[in-house]
């Protein structure tokens, strides 16, 4: 994201022009054509084409049209915060592809972190916000938003110097605010 860019509403693929639409609830119903497991990948790929650019396409054209979309103008990178030892200088960065959001189960916390963070009811701002945005937003979301502090307890492991109460009660939230389904742990 560059802030003297203007944001994507179209784009040139293979010599012609796309329209695209990355409001971020357009966005987030992508995301609920990828996890549906009823439709093949082709089936995904059609829909989400349509979805945000209008254009009906089949076969491999929507694969590789789609597959353009999605690594340029969707794809999120799980970025971990910077953590700095007792001095201020960079820890090491460890390589943890651990999910820290789900925007299904942790959309009440992400709307209320919104509403908190900058007074932002997201329901008025479907077919507004860009993808862009929304991601910005939720990436700079204040530590003591709802939504942050639900990052920080699914990050949590133990250190020194931290009381059982304290280890077992975090242990305790790591369960409740779990991204894995309970049916997934039970196998």
Same mark, same amino acid.
């Given at each position: 994201?560059?802030?003297?860019?203007?944001?994507? *509403?179209? +784009?040139?693929?293979?010599? !012609?022009?796309?329209?695209?639409?990355?409001?971020?609830?357009?966005?987030?119903?992508? +995301?609920?054509?990828?996890?549906? /497991? *009823?439709?093949?990948?082709?089936?995904?790929?059609?829909?989400?084409?349509?979805?945000?650019?209008?254009?009906?396409? %089949?076969?491999?054209?929507?694969?590789?049209?789609?597959? =353009?979309?999605?690594?340029?103008?969707?794809?999120?990178?799980? &970025? /971990?915060?910077?953590? =700095?030892?007792? !001095?201020?200088?960079?820890?090491?960065?460890? %390589?943890?592809?651990? !999910?820290?959001?789900?925007?299904? &189960?942790? @959309?009440?916390?992400? +709307?209320?972190?919104?509403?908190? @963070?900058?007074?932002?009811?997201?329901? $008025?701002? $479907?077919? %507004?916000?860009?993808?862009?945005?929304?991601?910005?937003?939720?990436?700079?979301?204040? *530590?003591? *938003?709802?939504?942050?502090?639900?990052?920080?307890?699914?990050?949590?492991?133990?250190? %020194?110097?931290?009381?059982?109460? =304290? !280890?077992?009660?975090?242990?305790?939230?790591? /369960?409740?605010? @779990?991204?894995?389904?309970?049916?997934?742990?039970?196998?």
């Amino acid at each position: 994201m560059r802030l003297n860019d203007p944001l994507v *509403t179209s +784009f040139v693929y293979e010599g !012609k022009e796309y329209p695209l639409n990355l409001a971020f609830d357009n966005v987030l119903d992508v +995301f609920d054509v990828l996890d549906d /497991k *009823t439709l093949r990948d082709h089936e995904k790929a059609e829909i989400n084409v349509e979805l945000l650019s209008g254009e009906s396409l %089949k076969g491999e054209e929507s694969i590789n049209l789609w597959n =353009y979309i999605y690594e340029n103008f969707i794809e999120i990178e799980n &970025k /971990k915060p910077i953590e =700095y030892d007792l !001095k201020g200088n960079p820890l090491p960065v460890k %390589k943890d592809n651990k !999910k820290m959001i789900d925007f299904d &189960k942790d @959309a009440e916390y992400i +709307f209320a972190s919104f509403q908190q @963070a900058y007074n932002m009811n997201l329901f $008025q701002m $479907q077919g %507004k916000m860009h993808w862009l945005e929304f991601q910005s937003l939720l990436n700079g979301l204040p *530590t003591n *938003t709802i939504m942050q502090r639900i990052i920080q307890i699914r990050l949590w492991e133990p250190s %020194k110097g931290e009381s059982s109460e =304290y !280890k077992a009660n975090m242990r305790e939230l790591q /369960k409740v605010y @779990a991204l894995e389904d309970t049916d997934e742990q039970a196998e």
